[in-house]
């Protein structure tokens, strides 16, 4: 047996019973461990950095207002990243099909992100009231052009040839669509719906930091104002949660989707 070939089995047997999220979790409780040793050693005052464990008991203490809140705050999340999943794919098809439509809106559309949804939020909320749907319009609006531009980049990613040999067998647009483009855009769209994920819990907090009398956003705007910032510390932690968490559905179903993407081949065999 080579040393490459050593190598590679001993690689092989470490993944067996050392997965790969083992390393940054430990790199996380690394950082941690070093967080609350250094406030403690260093006698930093609670009011200025907290230390962890400071703010798991805040999260035990006050779980059950933090349940509700986050309760609102992932429904916002979950809506308004579904509402952006079902409008911005199906676009992306389209324009992919149909060139002249695309050179029609793609500027357009372009140039609607350019405004901040920070500066549009309030009017959003005048337009649509206090409720709910201001903070999931807000939310959708942040997720739709990561997943609008990622899908379309996808569509158009199947080789001409492919679609011309398609095309010269018969093969009607909507099989070509299914057989070949459907199948060639599926990495891409993950990856916007990757980045759409973190982007949702961003959309929600701004809504309710507009205007909101519930939610994680709204309560870390009450923390901020009474100079409670073990309480703020607790909300960002459980943003955070919230996004780690939906970055994670996206991901297992990326994997259960496409385990033969070569993003999720084992380091070292990228190459056939």
């Not at 001409?160 to 057989?179: C, D, H, Q, T, Y």
């Amino acid at each position: 047996m080579t040393a490459q070939a050593r190598d590679e089995a001993s690689t092989v047997v470490r993944r067996r019973w050392w997965p790969a999220s083992f390393d940054s979790t430990l790199l996380g409780l690394a950082l941690i461990l070093i967080w609350e040793m250094g406030v403690r050693l260093g006698h930093v005052p609670v009011y200025l950095l907290p230390p962890p464990s400071t703010i798991l008991m805040r999260i035990l203490t006050d779980y059950r207002s933090l349940f509700m809140h986050t309760v609102v705050t992932v429904n916002e999340v979950l809506i308004g990243f579904g509402l952006a999943i079902a409008v911005s794919i199906p676009l992306a098809a389209i324009l992919a099909q149909f060139r002249p439509l695309e050179r029609a809106f793609y500027p357009i559309l372009v140039a609607s992100q350019t405004i901040p949804k920070v500066a549009i939020a309030p009017l959003i909320v005048v337009w649509f009231g206090f409720g709910l749907f201001p903070k999931i319009l807000i939310a959708f609006l942040i997720c739709f052009f990561p997943i609008l531009i990622d899908a379309l980049i996808g569509f158009r990613s199947t080789p001409k040839e492919v679609i011309w040999l398609a095309r010269s067998m018969g093969a009607p647009r909507r099989r070509i669509f299914l057989n070949f483009q459907l199948p060639a855009a599926l990495p891409h769209i993950f990856a916007g719906l990757k980045v759409a994920s973190t982007l949702a819990v961003v959309g929600a907090v701004v809504g309710e930091f507009v205007a909101s009398d519930r939610g994680l956003g709204y309560q870390l705007i009450v923390a901020n104002g009474m100079l409670d910032v073990v309480l703020s510390f607790a909300i960002l932690v459980l943003l955070s949660v919230v996004g780690i968490l939906l970055f994670a559905v996206v991901d297992l179903v990326e994997r259960l989707l496409l385990p033969w993407h070569i993003s999720h081949r084992p380091t070292g065999q990228e190459q056939p």
